[in-house]
């Protein structure tokens, strides 16, 4: 890892030419989670610019000693306003997103498309120290900006006074990503890489350009609602790049009728579609049966049992690798998300392995996520605070 130098300019560099309302019944959770995965969506794409955070500047942006590196081509690397110079936002051009997959050309041309991940800094960074990392993962519907934008996350205010003093990394993961690399294709035979983007692209890239500790010791990764699946999915996976997965209101299980429902709705409205690429062209949709699409994203079921967070926790390994470093939350007013995370639960308790799970009323929303990862960071880097749960719930069970 090579420390970044300090630079008041952002720097830009061009890359290669190529290329609700949730309804309560039972019978229909996957339409009500997808409802209230929507109505988080955003509606435009300049939402108002960040109000100035109480952190005083330290810094500008740092220059990126390895802006094309890991896979990653930059295409501009930029401060985003009203967080003092803490907070990039880096645009990059990969193979990752997309690839040309299905039996005919894409229709899309350039095939790769420009694809961003936000940055925050600490108020304090010093390019001669090493910094834990928080990888961040948004939710459907949603895209790069939910947790950094002051109407959703609010992430420097969130994490104002906890005991996280890291960088945490927010990228793009698709309105239906699903946090996959995608095994089929979309209607105009192309198709996204999201977990190689996220693992073998963005990680190091960001390890390579910034003061990380960079080892399973310095990480961690968390998200909420779709997020939340990619986070459990990401910690199955790759236990040796992670020491602590956090999941607020997160799905657990892929297998129930209602999340194959609400991930083959997601591939109709969004298919392969991330911000406001793709958004309003047909080709990017996935048509076909619910377990077409399913298979779109995550392959044969057989395979499911490698990274389904409920599959993972009843096998041997379970989620053993984290140490008690895993927390789960969820309100019981999100009625199938409660019992997927009731599912997780047991199977973590009745195998020893050490946890944090929440619970309490509350539905699917940003106003608690903000507070779950509040509790989270405590929990994970150490503060007293984190031995209640958040939202006022009742102590947590492990």
């Not at 630079?7 to 309804?23: C, D, E, I, L």
């Not at 501009?76 to 050309?105: C, N, Q």
């Not at 991930?263 to 991330?274: E, H």
């Not at 047991?346 to 195998?351: A, E, I």
Request: aromatic share 10%; net charge positive.
């Amino acid at each position: 890892m090579r420390p970044p130098e300090s630079s008041s300019a952002s720097r830009s560099v061009p890359g290669p030419a190529p290329g609700s309302t949730r309804r309560a019944s039972r019978r229909s959770v996957g339409a009500c989670l997808l409802a209230g995965l929507l109505a988080l969506a955003p509606l435009a794409a300049g939402a108002a610019p960040a109000q100035a955070k109480a952190a005083a500047r330290v810094t500008a942006l740092p220059a990126l000693p390895a802006p094309d590196s890991h896979g990653l081509a930059l295409r501009s690397w930029r401060e985003v306003p009203g967080f003092g110079g803490r907070l990039g936002e880096a645009t990059f051009l990969t193979d990752a997103i997309f690839r040309p997959a299905g039996p005919g050309a894409p229709s899309i041309d350039p095939v790769r498309k420009p694809v961003k991940a936000r940055i925050l800094l600490p108020a304090d960074y010093d390019p001669r120290k090493q910094y834990p990392v928080l990888y961040l993962l948004h939710g459907g519907a949603a895209d790069v900006e939910q947790w950094s934008k002051p109407d959703g996350g609010d992430i420097v205010e969130t994490l104002q006074g906890t005991a996280f003093n890291g960088i945490v990394v927010m990228p793009e993961g698709g309105k239906a990503g699903w946090y996959s690399d995608w095994q089929g294709h979309t209607d105009g035979n192309f198709a996204p890489r999201w977990e190689t983007f996220h693992i073998r692209r963005l990680l190091p890239w960001v390890d390579a350009n910034f003061a990380t500790r960079a080892d399973r010791s310095g990480r961690a990764v968390a998200g909420a609602s779709m997020g939340g699946l990619g986070a459990l999915k990401y910690a199955a996976a790759h236990p040796d790049l992670f020491s602590a997965v956090g999941a607020f209101s997160g799905g657990t299980d892929i297998r129930p009728a209602a999340a194959q429902q609400t991930v083959g709705d997601s591939l109709w409205f969004y298919g392969a579609a991330f911000s406001w690429t793709g958004l309003l062209d047909g080709k990017y949709r996935v048509t076909g049966s619910t377990s077409y699409r399913m298979n779109t994203v995550f392959g044969p079921s057989p395979g499911w049992a490698a990274f389904n967070p409920v599959q993972v926790a009843g096998s041997e390994a379970s989620y053993t690798a984290y140490d008690g470093r895993l927390a789960l939350y969820a309100g019981t007013g999100e009625a199938d998300i409660h019992g997927w995370n009731e599912d997780l639960h047991r199977p973590l308790r009745s195998r020893g392995v050490a946890h944090r799970y929440c619970t309490g009323p509350g539905g699917h929303e940003m106003r608690l996520w903000r507070e779950d990862l509040r509790n989270f960071a405590d929990y994970v880097y150490g503060s007293s605070r984190a031995r209640s749960c958040p939202n006022g719930w009742a102590p947590p069970a492990s």
